[in-house]
């Protein structure tokens, strides 16, 4: 009997799952489908449109301006009243205008900042990455786990359903009452109920990844059976809060923003410095008709030119103060974002720690379980056990192989979760969880 269940809930599992796709599969057809990563990469695009920007305030300006204009113009004698002008002409001209930036204190500092915010962006495209591979392993877990609990409510139905037909034999022989019947038939009610919820948990959590993916998910590869699973390394719970108060993506993402408040400071400030720009013209200019004649010019120019600002209102102060507020507020964040990310790292360490362990302990549940149905089918037969044993037995060696399938799914979420929060994770990892799959 042991051996057949086992053949059942094989046979149930890989039903589905035979030739099926695996995580790396389902990872790179989240890269291509998913919408809050399509988002990260526009917005790390647009980022990166921050260094060009920058660079163009240390750059020269080119200008050309033109206009044209007609004047009629009368001139009349006060005491007389008669006319002693009248012009009727059209002037026109151009002007070709460089300006070269000589000294612009604040054009330099919004470079820098330039060069930040660039860093900043493509921090926030690591995290978008990174939660992607979170995001889409875990809806990929989800479905597995509502697969395993549906083929372990439809084995435990089965199994039931045996011992019910054994339980209506034995009354009808007389060495049994009708008590065991109703027992059974009342597990196997529960378990047939069981066996909906799980179907409609299972359509559920495969439409989540539909979501992730782009489309309906085919059978997924399982764990392979009986498969060990590998902690952290290092196993120091300390070296990875290290690691994420200094490499996590939101650490660094809140540490580029503090380093672009701290030179706003410097930006205002720089609204008190004098600014020497080269300033190059080449015209030409000339007017037609009129009491003289038309004329025409040229002119080219070269010089510099210089401005001190003495007194603007006290905005350039007030803007001086509210930088320095600002870089208050970066620094609490960017503490805040170190002391979150040693949290995660802490909390998902733990939860690794925690999972194999809880494996360890269900793998040897199970056996005791499986022994426990054994004992108690074999003293239903010879007399000294009721039906109730038999099916709390089936019930909790059901169960067990349910916890023991759930401990190993996510002990191996939690192991993503540390390595995200350790700023470390990457499509190498997906590989690695991939060869654990049959």
């Not at 919408?35 to 300006?61: I, M, N, Y």
Request: one cysteine or more.
């Amino acid at each position: 009997m042991r051996n057949v269940l086992f053949l059942m809930i094989a046979g149930c599992l890989s039903s589905g799952l035979a030739r099926g796709a695996d995580l790396m599969a389902v990872y790179r057809d989240a890269l291509a489908y998913d919408a809050q990563f399509a988002a990260a990469k526009a917005t790390v695009d647009a980022g990166r449109e921050k260094l060009p920007q920058g660079r163009s305030g240390l750059l020269p300006t080119i200008g050309f301006g033109a206009s044209t204009t007609w004047t009629d113009s009368e001139t009349t004698a006060r005491v007389t009243g008669a006319t002693t002008a009248n012009r009727d002409y059209n002037s026109n001209g151009w002007e070709v205008r460089l300006t070269q930036p000589l000294f612009r204190w604040q054009n330099w500092v919004a470079y820098n900042q330039a060069e930040l915010a660039v860093a900043q962006a493509e921090a926030q495209f690591g995290l978008a990455r990174q939660d992607l591979i979170v995001r889409s392993a875990q809806a990929y877990f989800d479905v597995l786990l509502a697969q395993d609990v549906l083929a372990t409510a439809k084995a435990q139905k089965v199994a039931i359903a045996e011992q019910l037909e054994s339980a209506k034999r034995n009354f009808e022989v007389g060495t049994a009452t009708i008590t065991d019947t109703h027992e059974a038939q009342a597990r196997y009610d529960l378990t047939s109920a069981q066996e909906i919820a799980a179907q409609n948990d299972l359509n559920v959590k495969r439409q989540a990844l539909r979501a992730v993916i782009g489309k309906e998910p085919e059978g997924l590869k399982n764990l392979k059976p009986g498969v060990q699973l590998a902690g952290p390394q290092p196993a120091d719970i300390a070296k990875w809060v290290e690691m994420a108060e200094t490499a996590s993506a939101s650490v660094q993402i809140y540490q580029a923003l503090y380093e672009i408040a701290v030179r706003e400071i410097e930006k205002q400030r720089a609204g008190h410095y004098p600014t020497l720009d080269l300033v190059a013209t080449n015209g030409r200019s000339g007017a037609g008709g009129g009491t003289t004649g038309g004329f025409d010019s040229k002119s080219s120019t070269v010089g510099l030119q210089l401005s001190i600002p003495i007194f603007a209102g006290g905005v350039t102060a007030s803007r001086d103060r509210e930088a320095v507020a600002l870089k208050e507020k970066a620094a609490a964040d960017l503490e805040n974002a170190r002391r979150t990310a040693a949290l995660n790292a802490r909390q998902a360490y733990l939860g690794v720690s925690s999972g194999l362990a809880q494996v360890k302990a269900y793998e040897a549940a199970l056996t005791s379980s499986q022994s426990a149905l054994d004992s108690n089918k074999l003293g239903y037969e010879v007399g000294v056990r009721i039906n109730i044993d038999v099916l709390n037995a089936q019930s909790q060696l059901f169960d067990t192989r349910q916890k023991l399938a759930k401990a190993r799914l996510d002990t191996l979420g939690a192991l993503l979760k540390l390595k995200a929060a350790a700023g470390s994770l990457s499509e190498n990892d997906v590989a690695a969880i991939n060869g654990l799959l049959d």
